[in-house]
């Protein structure tokens, strides 16, 4: 997963087109597992931007979860979620709200996280499949 980001257009106390960069430490959890599962596993750390094949992970193919906690003081105005790229397919979850999926691999893309975000600590967590799409019908967003 390349860099990520969440940016708000305007809000009181961060001014116009605040941003805070989501690049750094994730949990990592490899394997095709259900959202809801996550807290029950245990991950480990994960360098974002960058490819789990160059931080060791070579014979891993298929889906992995990367997961952060994030804090903001205010959520007031518009606010969007921005990956630099995911390789692959994309589902992102903010507070166990699906916001979004892409699926196309190494292209930016945007979500709008503004109904999804809490003042205070969030949980951001994001699927990536590099399963063929064909592999890859059938499984359901929770």
């Known amino acids: 997963m390349t ?3 969440v940016s708000a257009a305007a809000g ?3 001014g116009r ?12 959890v490899p394997g095709d597992h259900e959202h809801d599962a996550l807290d029950e596993l ?3 750390a994960i360098r974002v931007p960058g490819l789990w094949e160059a931080q060791g992970h070579l014979d ?3 889906v992995a979860w990367y997961r952060r906690r994030l804090e903001v003081d205010a959520t007031d105005g518009y606010w969007t979620l921005r990956f630099g790229a995911v390789m692959d397919f994309a589902d992102v979850f903010l507070n166990g709200v699906h916001v979004g999926s892409h699926e196309h691999a ?4 945007e979500l709008d996280v503004s109904g999804a975000l809490l003042r205070g600590e ?3 967590a994001v699927s990536r ?3 063929t799409t064909r592999s890859r019908a059938g499984r359901a967003c929770t």
């Open 3 to 5: 860099d990520a980001a």
């Open 12 to 14: 009181p106390r961060l």
């Open 17 to 28: 087109d605040a941003f805070l960069s989501l690049d750094g430490t994730w949990d990592f």
């Open 42 to 44: 245990e991950p480990e």
């Open 60 to 62: 891993l193919d298929g």
């Open 106 to 109: 190494f292209t930016p893309f």
């Open 122 to 124: 969030n949980v951001l």
């Open 129 to 131: 499949d590099g399963r």
